[in-house]
């Protein structure tokens, strides 16, 4: 089952912190990532093997490299399967609460 | 939109396993009848063969909204011409966001639908749109708009053709008319 693969790929504090990265700045290569985490080469390129059997990071070569994209659809289709159907109303107004809260500007 | 790492965000790739055929996904992408039932809506043109026109047009839904917003949407919502057509496995297109003044100025981008077959007649859709110099339009189909009804991008666009062609109907019957 897919969704469970995504799920069990962010239930991961590494993951998730790859995910951001990609976020803030899509395309990158393993040596980049690798900079920005206190962890051998190997393990990142685990992580990202899991990240990319979930469909969560798809990628690419560019020239001689390999670049790293975070592909956004699987979380997508759980939030249109479960979050859109059930709570959305609900979540986005408990959202925008913890960014009151915490100080963010919504 | 001024940062330098957002010049560096040029690159957009969106991948969905969707269980049906590469022709059928092909189709829902290059025929109107298709385009017209998921994301925006729109009913789509192709020559498909190198140098032809592609358009895809505002749908009514988009009309009546921009209407009553009190700004008149054009006939035409995306324009661009098609690079190459390998049906049922590859298109590569410029696109460019014709609707809108500011988007349109962007100039055209270009974009790459890629479709593979996997087992268990499963099909991988991988779409690579190249942003350079797009940076606005770049916010809009990452889905950075979607609060201001402008739709999620592509990435909401991809999860409605999957619910369309494994179920055969859109996420929200209703949700083309409020989006856009």
């Known amino acids: ?106 | 939109m001024t940062t330098s790492t957002d010049t560096m965000v040029a690159t957009q790739v969106y991948r969905v396993y969707i269980k049906a055929s590469p022709q059928a996904i092909w189709d829902a992408i290059t025929k109107p009848e298709w385009s017209a039932r998921y994301g925006y809506g729109g009913s789509v043109e192709y020559d498909l063969r190198p140098g032809g026109t592609y358009r895809a047009l505002t749908s009514d839904a988009m009309k009546e909204a921009g209407a009553a917003m009190g700004r008149p949407v054009p006939d035409v919502a995306v324009d661009g011409e098609v690079i190459e057509a390998d049906p049922p496995h590859k298109l590569v297109q410029t696109w460019r966001m014709a609707m809108d003044p500011e988007l349109a100025a962007e100039g055209f981008t270009r974009l790459t639908y890629e479709i593979a077959e996997t087992k268990g007649g499963v099909t991988k859709l991988t779409l690579t749109h190249e942003l350079e110099g797009a940076p606005r339009l770049a916010l809009l189909l990452s889905g950075g708009l979607e609060e201001m009804g402008a739709g999620g991008g592509w990435s909401w666009v991809l999860s409605d053709l999957k619910t369309l062609l494994e179920t055969g109907g859109p996420l929200d019957p209703g949700d083309q008319l409020n989006q856009g």
Request: glycine share 6%; aromatic share 6%.
């Open chain 1, 1 to 106: 089952m897919t969704d469970d693969r995504v799920f069990k790929a962010l239930a991961d504090p590494t993951r998730r912190f790859l995910l951001d990265r990609l976020f803030e700045r899509d395309g990158r290569t393993l040596t980049e990532l690798e900079s920005e985490l206190e962890m051998t080469r190997f393990g990142v390129m685990k992580h990202l093997r899991v990240l990319e059997d979930a469909g969560l990071v798809v990628t690419r070569r560019e020239g001689r490299e390999k670049l790293h994209f975070l592909n956004p659809v699987p979380i997508r289709l759980i939030h249109d399967r479960w979050i859109d159907k059930y709570t959305e109303r609900r979540v986005s107004a408990l959202l925008e609460l913890k960014t009151e809260l915490e100080g963010g500007t919504a």
